[in-house]
C-alpha cells in the first residue's frame, strides 16, 4: 500500500476551484486522497507516509484534455494557414493515409510525453488504430476514454463499413473494461461529423453506445459554412438532425459548437450535451468563437479540449483555458465572464466528470489526480491572488510533477512511466518518413 504526504504552500481545492489552503497536506492513500488540511492539523493523520515537500508550490486539480486526437502529434507544423476543408483534405487526411498502427503507437505515445509534462492526467480521445493508443495508456498510465472514429477511408480499415466492423468488434472485446467503474481506460464511440457519418451509421452508433452505455464523441457546428451547408441539405442543425434520429437519448460529447443556431440551446440543455470547447484550434482555422459564456449562462456543461496538434500545436490545456476566458472576455464585451475559478473548473475539475467517477480530479477526499507548479519562476511573484497566478502568469513549463489514480507519473520533472528519448527519437523519424513519402 503507498502512503504518500505532500507538503505544499498552496492547494487549490473544491469542485469549483474556489477554495485555497495555504501550508497544507494532501494526504493519499492508494489511489485516494484520504485527507486535506493545514499541514498543523493534518500532522496527526500522518504515520509512516512518504513525505514529498513541495514548499514552493501549488497543487491544482489536474487538467483533463476533452478533445484530442493523440496521434496527431506526428503532424504538428505540417500545415498553419489553411481553412478547416483544405487543412483536413490536402493536409491532414493525405499524411494520415501513410500512418500505420505502429506510427499512431510513437505519435501518441509522444502525446503523452507532452500531456504529462503539461500536467493533464486524462484525456478524451478521437481517432483510428485505437489499439494503438490504448497501448499508450497503459503504459503512460494516464486516465483516457477512447473513441474510435467512424468515417469513410481511414488508413486502418478503409471503407466505412470495415470501419464500422471493426469498432464493433473492439468494442464487445472490451466489454469487461467498459463495465468497470474505476478503470484508467473508458471508451466511447466516435463518428466524425454528421456532414460526414452517413445516417444509416449514424444509427448503428447509437444503437451500440445505448447497449454498451457509453457516450458518443462527435464534432459538431464547427465552421459556420458546414452549419449552412448542412441546413440548406437537411432544413435542420446538426443537433437537430441528431435529436430526430434520437441518437440524444445517448450522452454526447459535442466537439466545438462554434455554431448554435435553430434550438440548439434548447436541444443541449434538454440532452445535457457536454460541449467540448477548442479554442486556439477554432482560431487557427478561421472557424470562429464558441459562445461559451453563453453555454454557461444557461447551465450547459463545457469543457475544454486542444484537439489534434494538427490544428493547434500543442497539448497544453493550461494555455486553452487562458485562451476560453481571454475570448469570452472579449466575445461578451464584458470583462466579467468566465471568472478565474470557472475557467480552471472547466479545464479541470468538470473535465474528469466525465470519466464516470464518482470523485475524481477534486483535492479533497477523492481519487488523487494532482498536478504540481512550482512557484519559483520570478512570474510567479508576488502571490496576490494564487488561482490568478495559475491561470494568467504559470505556464505549463512551471509544471513539477503529475499524480494519477494516485500515482506520481512526473516526479520532480522527470518520467516516470516513459522513456522519453527513445520515443522522441522513433516519432521524429516516422514524421520524416511520411513526409518523404507525401513528396513522392
Ligand atoms: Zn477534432
Known amino acids: 500500500m503507498s502512503e504518500v504526504v505532500i507538503q505544499c504552500k498552496y492547494i487549490i481545492s473544491g469542485e469549483e476551484c474556489n477554495k485555497i489552503i495555504k501550508n497544507g497536506s494532501i494526504i493519499i492513500e492508494d489511489n485516494k486522497i484520504i485527507n486535506v488540511g493545514k499541514i498543523d492539523e493534518m500532522k496527526k493523520y500522518v504515520t509512516g507516509h512518504d513525505k514529498i515537500e513541495r514548499m514552493n508550490h501549488v497543487a491544482i486539480p489536474a487538467f483533463i484534455n476533452a478533445h484530442t486526437h493523440l496521434p496527431e502529434t506526428l503532424l504538428r507544423g505540417i500545415c498553419d494557414s489553411s481553412k478547416l476543408i483544405e487543412w483536413l483534405y490536402d493536409y491532414v487526411w493525405p499524411f494520415e493515409s501513410h500512418m500505420t498502427a505502429e506510427d499512431a503507437y510513437y505519435g501518441a505515445s509522444l502525446g503523452a510525453l507532452e500531456l504529462i509534462e503539461s500536467g493533464v492526467a486524462g484525456f478524451i480521445d478521437q481517432y483510428f488504430f485505437v489499439e494503438s493508443i490504448e497501448k499508450v495508456v497503459k503504459e503512460s498510465k494516464l486516465r483516457a476514454l477512447l473513441c474510435p472514429s467512424l468515417f469513410d477511408g481511414t488508413p486502418e480499415t478503409g471503407s466505412i463499413e470495415d470501419t464500422w466492423n471493426h469498432i464493433k468488434k473492439f468494442l464487445h472485446s472490451r466489454n469487461n473494461i467498459i463495465k468497470e467503474k474505476d478503470s484508467l481506460l473508458k471508451y466511447g464511440i466516435g463518428p466524425h461529423a454528421p456532414y460526414t457519418v452517413p445516417k444509416e451509421y449514424l444509427l448503428k452508433v447509437s444503437e451500440i453506445a445505448e447497449k454498451y452505455n457509453i457516450p458518443i464523441h462527435i464534432h459538431i457546428s464547427e465552421t459556420e459554412k458546414e452549419v449552412s451547408d448542412f441546413r440548406k441539405q437537411h432544413q435542420l442543425t446538426p443537433l437537430e438532425y441528431l435529436e430526430n434520429l434520437s441518437l440524444l437519448k445517448n450522452k454526447i460529447l459535442a466537439a466545438h459548437c462554434v455554431y448554435p443556431s435553430g434550438r440548439d440551446y434548447e436541444i443541449m440543455k434538454k440532452y445535457k450535451v457536454t460541449v467540448l470547447h477548442n479554442p486556439q484550434s477554432n482560431l487557427k482555422l478561421s472557424s470562429g468563437i464558441a459562445p461559451v459564456f453563453k453555454y454557461i449562462e444557461k447551465n450547459i456543461d463545457v469543457v475544454v479540449g486542444t484537439d489534434g496538434n494538427a490544428s493547434n500545436n500543442n497539448l497544453d490545456v493550461l494555455e486553452e483555458v487562458r485562451t476560453a476566458a481571454l475570448l469570452q472576455k472579449f466575445l461578451a464585451k464584458d470583462p466579467t465572464v468566465l471568472q478565474n475559478y470557472t475557467a480552471l473548473k472547466?479545464?479541470?475539475?468538470?473535465?474528469?466528470?466525465?470519466?464516470?467517477?464518482?470523485?475524481?480530479?477534486?483535492?479533497?477526499?477523492?481519487?488523487?489526480?494532482?498536478?504540481?507548479?512550482?512557484?519559483?519562476?520570478?512570474?510567479?511573484?508576488?502571490?496576490?491572488?494564487?488561482?490568478?497566478?495559475?491561470?494568467?502568469?504559470?505556464?505549463?513549463?512551471?509544471?513539477?510533477?503529475?499524480?494519477?489514480?494516485?500515482?506520481?507519473?512526473?516526479?520532480?520533472?522527470?518520467?516516470?512511466?516513459?522513456?522519453?528519448?527513445?520515443?522522441?527519437?522513433?516519432?521524429?523519424?516516422?514524421?520524416?518518413?511520411?513526409?518523404?513519402?507525401?513528396?513522392?
Not at 470519466?355 to 496576490?384: V, Y
Not at 494568467?392 to 516526479?411: E, M, P, R, T, W
Not at 522527470?414 to 528519448?421: P, S
Open 346 to 440: 472547466i479545464g479541470t475539475t468538470a473535465g474528469s466528470k466525465i470519466f464516470g467517477l464518482e470523485k475524481a480530479g477534486i483535492i479533497e477526499n477523492a481519487i488523487a489526480d494532482i498536478t504540481l507548479f512550482s512557484l519559483s519562476g520570478a512570474h510567479s511573484w508576488p502571490q496576490n491572488d494564487i488561482i490568478s497566478n495559475v491561470l494568467y502568469s504559470a505556464s505549463s513549463g512551471d509544471v513539477n510533477d503529475l499524480i494519477v489514480n494516485g500515482k506520481f507519473l512526473y516526479l520532480n520533472r522527470e518520467h516516470q512511466t516513459l522513456n522519453k528519448e527513445r520515443i522522441i527519437e522513433k516519432s521524429t523519424k516516422i514524421a520524416e518518413r511520411i513526409l518523404c513519402e507525401m513528396r513522392k
